[in-house]
């Protein structure tokens, strides 16, 4: 390039200065940030509110109660979790004058209308489970030699 001639950078393929690569596509132009789902109490991929939904259908529990059939769950996310369904209208948290202190979690009817949604979840998982299992064994096989 001749010295002192501009030459302005060229504008595709835009790549990514920091790791070389093709620049991540951009957000959709149609997304709407005030779509109702986002105001959704679970997400897809929340993993622990549908859980906690199961947990309660049958009456209401204390914390050990709820954390013992989701052993996975740490203490601290389930606190996290409780408060945000019953911010969320989800359960009720009931603390009796006791010693020692005794609190109960109960879905509320909002939160029980959750139970129809989880089942039709749950029978999907049920007939679609060796598909997906199946997509995803396939999709972490080493590929083949041709």
Sequence with gaps: MARGRYRPPPRFPQRNRRYGGPMPPAPLPDFDPMCPSSA????????????????LEHGPRRFTELQAPLRAVTAKVLTETLRAMERDGLLTRTSYPENPPRVEYALTPLGRSLLDLIAAARTWSREHLPALLAARAAASAPPSAA
């Design 40 to 55: 959704l109490p679970f997400q897809i991929g929340d993993k622990w509110t549908g859980m906690v939904v199961l947990c």
